[in-house]
């Protein structure tokens, strides 16, 4: 079956580390995006990808880093710069952009130990 | 930048009660996107409208773009304890390349 596989399922982070969370596709799709849930707060977009090799920042960018060596891989760092982390993180892709629904990964539970 | 409001946060309605969620933009929209998302789950793609004033119906939803295309509603007829989740709206200017989406509501249906 095709889809989006999200790695771990739960993660914890002690303070000053970095931690990075993985996000997997096979379904050939262009573009892949990352967001942030928290209560109350919908999704929240912290960076997207177009195209393999190339990334912008979404509108919570700061203390977050990307990377798009694969079309099929789309890793999130969460660094220690991001001071409050604790979220629901959500990997998604699309054909493309626009007007393409997006599907999404079974999240990643990001905790401060 | 693209604002998408969406109200109510949270709805509680017994089984067999109508269900409406809105959203509004401070923009006019391209498109607009709906997602369901259950409890402990992730968004999962519902429905796509482009035109103005375009309705379209799945079994008990039906969603519809406003005329101006800034604003979107999603109405659930007899609900269902299935139909239990948070509803997200996603709308997207012509010049974006991804949408914005709202803050999502809240289903709650009580047997």
């Known amino acids: 079956d095709g889809g989006i596989t999200q790695s771990p399922k739960y993660l914890f982070r002690k303070e000053g580390q970095n931690v990075t969370l993985s996000c997997e596709q096979n379904?050939?799709?262009?573009?892949m995006y990352w967001y942030r849930q928290d209560p109350g707060q919908g999704l929240r977009l912290i960076y997207y990808?177009?195209?393999?090799?190339?990334?912008q920042k979404g509108d919570i960018a700061e203390g977050y880093s990307v990377s798009r060596e694969k079309k099929e891989s789309f890793p999130l760092t969460v660094t220690s710069a991001q001071k409050n982390p604790t979220a629901f993180y959500l990997c998604?892709?699309?054909?493309?952009?626009?007007?393409?629904?997006?599907?999404f990964g079974d999240g990643t539970r990001l905790s401060i130990l | 930048g693209q604002q998408v409001m969406q109200i109510p946060q949270y709805q509680h309605v017994q089984e067999g009660e109508d269900f409406t969620t809105y959203c509004n933009s401070s923009?006019?929209?391209?498109?607009i996107q709906w997602y369901k998302q259950r409890p402990g789950g992730h968004p999962v793609f519902l429905i796509q409208?482009?035109?103005?004033?375009e309705v379209k119906k799945q079994k008990r939803l039906t969603f519809q773009f406003g005329e101006a295309k800034k604003n979107s509603s999603l109405h659930i007829t007899a609900t269902q304890t299935t139909d239990v989740g948070t509803y997200f709206c996603?709308?997207?200017?012509?010049?974006?390349?991804?949408?914005?989406f709202g803050r999502g509501t809240s289903l709650i249906v009580h047997p």
């Open positions: 998604a892709s699309s054909i493309s952009g626009g007007n393409q629904p997006q599907h």
């Open positions: 923009t006019t929209l391209s498109n």
């Open positions: 409208l482009v035109k103005s004033g």
């Open positions: 990808s177009q195209i393999v090799n190339d990334f």
């Open positions: 996603a709308g997207r200017e012509g010049g974006s390349y991804i949408p914005t």
């Open positions: 379904l050939n799709h262009d573009a």
